[in-house]
């Protein structure tokens, strides 16, 4: 996963709240096991019959409840393999919100009339170590968890922060704990 912190440049613009899952991928295209591929399938529906039209700007503006509906994890690969690095909302739904963090897709909220201020100025710099969004209509400051904020400004997926505790583990392995196994219970 490749480190995130500073993401700027054009932005588009989702006027939309409540977008679900399966709006940003429709359940016909989730066949593929890789987790690229699937930007050209992105609003395939919304898209196709021409009710919305995006480009493929590194920041996404969008209205509340961004990525309800299923868990998918289609929907945060085929919105970065679309070519977003970051989603400004005034809400995500929470497992939505997980999946984009641990693909390097920075979600940032927002409140709406900060979300429309950046969508009218059209360019945007997210700067995720400061925690704050500058446009020309000012600087926003967003929140962000701890833990969260680290495995994006490091570039870390599950595996590379179970790797941060290689040393506690090895130890664990090489020490005499390691050879009393599992201790079980009877009933």
Request: aromatic letters at 8%; charged letters at 25%; glycine letters at 8%.
């Amino acid at each position: 996963m490749r480190p995130v912190d500073k993401i700027e440049g054009k932005v588009s613009v989702l006027d939309r709240s409540d977008v679900d899952t399966d709006q940003i991928i429709p359940k016909q295209f989730l066949k593929r096991v890789e987790r690229t591929g699937f930007g050209e399938f992105l609003f395939y529906d919304w898209i196709r019959d021409g009710e919305i039209e995006l480009e493929p700007n590194p920041i996404l503006v969008t209205g509340a409840n961004f990525g309800c509906g299923s868990s998918r994890e289609h929907a945060p690969w085929a919105l970065e393999d679309f070519g977003f690095q970051a989603i400004l909302a005034p809400s995500f739904a929470d497992i939505f919100y997980s999946n984009c963090t641990k693909i390097g897709l920075l979600p940032a909220i927002l409140d709406e009339e900060h979300c429309r201020a950046v969508a009218e100025a059209g360019e945007a710099r997210i700067d995720l170590d400061d925690e704050t969004v500058n446009c020309a209509a000012g600087v926003f400051q967003f929140q962000i968890e701890h833990d969260v904020k680290h495995r994006l400004l490091n570039g870390l997926d599950d595996i590379g922060i179970t790797l941060e505790n290689a040393g506690a583990i090895d130890q664990f392995e090489t020490g005499p704990a390691a050879s009393q196994g599992p201790v079980t219970t009877s009933l």
